[in-house]
């Protein structure tokens, strides 16, 4: 789950972390009366979006007064907001976030992540902040520095050293960075967090450390433990059939193809997808209805594929261990008729009960193809949607 920059910079500085001086608007009958907590002078203003590049994008602005500052307001709430990472129909803005100006010396890079692959936290810090990571690393990857580190209950001294040891930070700086490592760590572990990076982390002219902008993902399957995160869920940043399906606990993500698919389990999903696109089409969502599915399950997530108006036809990719093939057919058969499904429509069963599975659906009287393998199922509902 993400949440904003406002949202994240808050909990930084709930744990002692240094951050500017802000204040979020949801509506602009409230600028005027929320401004009077900010020194006046220079503001920047932000939109708030679960996406980066904003700045790219006119999502954020510099103003130089108040009045600059209702203008550049009023012209970025309702604005919709295309950066990189939004594609190219954007985001609409609900809520800005103004701060006090900073007057920037440096910009540096910092994040904190867990890394799956060796169970270790993980800082990453860089001295090119306020730019894609990822182009660093390829471009100048002597620029950063990774440091793993095994969970325990807190961070120490010389760990810290060797995280900021790239940024040549005076003996007050440093302070001022153990408690911002201290922090990130307390977060990452306390609100099982997945990500919080902090990039630009700023030194400003008169030496101090602000985190500029920050941005923190948490785990879902957590959200549980952690209603004071799940609060701040925002729903408007959210895809609706994501939403939806997380009602019934259904793995899905909408993509742009044209080829709905329905599978059980991550990794036979992927496959699915990268079939499909090997067959010269692309999928409309990654879905992955889980290993005990029931015909409640399965007709939601039909029912999912179906109100995405890309999709031109459905591949049901099914292997029955713990599930069974027949109760997955005789759901697809259920929503099928409820739906009056005007789709072509591909199954592949293997595994528990497919004979029983298959005949169920060739007993339909509806045009379902069956297919008797992955490569023959995609093959099938690429030749049937053109």
Known sequence: MNIHEYQAKKILEEYGAPVSKGIVVFSLNELDEKIKKLKIGEFVVKAQIHAGGRGKGGGIKLVKNVDELSIQAKKMFGMKLITPQT????KEVKRIYIEEASDISKELYLSCLIDRESSKITFISSTEGGMDIEKVASETPEKIITNKIDFKNDIETDEIEKIIKIFSFNS???????????ALYKILIEKDASLIEIN????????????????MNFDDNALFRRPEILQLRDLNE???AEIEASKYDLAYIKLNGSIGCMVNGAGLAMATMDIIKLYGKEPANFLD???GATKEKVSAAFKLILSDKNVKGILINIFGGIMRCDVIAQGVLDVAKETNLSVPL??????????????????????????IDLNDAAKKIVEAIK
Request: hydrophobic share 40%; proline share 5%.
């Open 87 to 90: 594609g190219p129909g954007g």
């Open 172 to 182: 007050e700086q440093k302070i001022i960075a153990n408690k911002l490592i201290k």
């Open 200 to 215: 630009p982390l700023i030194i400003t002219k008169d030496e101090r450390i602000v985190c500029l902008d920050a941005k």
């Open 238 to 240: 959210e895809e609706p």
């Open 289 to 291: 209805v889980g290993g």
């Open 346 to 371: 591909v199954v592949r069963l293997a595994g528990t009960n497919f004979k029983e599975g298959k005949k169920i659906l060739d007993n339909s009287g509806l045009k379902i193809l069956s297919a």
